[in-house]
């Protein structure tokens, strides 16, 4: 475990430094959506999904560097999607990795302009890539993969579904359905640019890909878990927000006891794929990882 911890600092001083260089600097015209876009990415997140796609990369034999960008690039849109989805029009949550959410420090207006930059500053750094110098077409797959697993066909078909089935009944498919699009697209696309991004094979992506699906739902379903679980300050955002939200959870759908079975059944089907990887141990305990945390 230790060796792990080491490799995942190292990791994040990596992203850190990178997504603190690739983020605008303060400018007199616009300083509060800028202010807001750094307030939000640099706000001490675990950084999953970065730490997949350089870890991918180097799993196969890529440069680390070259897969820099699109690690940054997919943090970016995660850290969009929260702020968006902590929007009043959404969940409504005023509390986020422990401070106030995005649209509580900087006001509605401001916050939703924050998201829509960093989705486009994404795509952007990822555009400007040494990758896209060496090999075109790969950084215009690892673009591609990332634009469909970001939009309608993965997270924001995903959030759709979410706010279109809150105080409904919901079947086990509809509800898998969502969190694959919600949650698992964004994992995928972040273990697929890593494996572009090394010249993986076809078989390298669809392993990359159910690495991502599996580690996805169990991330969920501990979510769900720690929603009613944990204390607030333990997590840093609200609790029982599910619940007062009236949304259709894991839990709720199968009760505490089955959804903690599927969790460990989502995560040995990853440990599986990662097992099948070259020098792929970093991976399993990363997920090994995330079924025990406590925020």
């Given at each position: 475990?230790?060796?792990?911890?080491?490799?995942?600092?190292?990791?994040?001083?990596?992203?850190?430094?990178?997504?603190?260089?690739?983020?605008?600097?303060?400018?007199?015209?616009?300083?509060?959506?800028?202010?807001?876009?750094?307030?939000?990415?640099?706000?001490?997140?675990?950084?999953?999904?970065?730490?997949?796609?350089?870890?991918?990369?180097?799993?196969?034999?890529?440069?680390?560097?070259?897969?820099?960008?699109?690690?940054?690039?997919?943090?970016?849109?995660?850290?969009?999607?929260?702020?968006?989805?902590?929007?009043?029009?959404?969940?409504?949550?005023?509390l986020r990795r422990g401070k106030p959410s995005c649209h509580k420090q900087f006001g509605e207006a401001t916050a939703l302009l924050a998201g829509d930059a960093l989705l486009t500053k994404a795509f952007e750094v990822m555009s400007h890539s040494e990758l896209g110098k060496k090999d075109p077409a790969a950084a215009l797959q690892a673009i591609r993969q990332m634009a469909y697993f970001a939009g309608d066909a993965g997270m924001v078909g995903g959030q759709v579904i979410d706010l279109a089935i809150e105080g409904k009944k919901v079947s086990p498919q509809l509800l898998q359905q969502m969190h694959r699009m919600k949650t698992s697209a964004i994992i995928k696309a972040a273990c697929k640019m890593g494996v572009i991004c090394a010249g993986g094979t076809e078989e390298d992506l669809l392993k990359a890909e159910q690495y991502g699906d599996n580690l996805g739902l169990a991330f969920q379903i501990v979510d769900d878990i720690l929603d009613l679980t944990a204390d607030e300050s333990e997590l840093g955002k609200p609790v029982n927000s599910d619940l007062e939200n009236e949304k259709v959870t894991f839990i709720t759908l199968f009760g505490m006891e089955q959804a903690e079975q599927m969790a460990q059944e989502y995560t040995n089907n990853a440990l599986e794929v990662a097992k099948s990887l070259p020098d792929g141990g970093f991976l399993e305990e990363l997920i090994q990882a995330l079924l025990v945390r406590r925020k």
């Open positions: 475990m230790k060796q792990y911890e080491q490799k995942m600092e190292a990791y994040l001083t990596l992203i850190n430094r990178a997504l603190s260089e690739a983020l605008p600097l303060a400018d007199a015209s616009y300083d509060s959506v800028i202010e807001a876009m750094r307030y939000s990415v640099m706000n001490a997140g675990k950084r999953i999904r970065p730490v997949l796609t350089l870890e991918f990369c180097r799993v196969l034999g890529g440069e680390v560097a070259l897969a820099l960008p699109f690690a940054c690039g997919v943090e970016m849109i995660h850290c969009y999607s929260l702020i968006h989805d902590d929007l009043p029009c959404m969940d409504d949550d005023d």
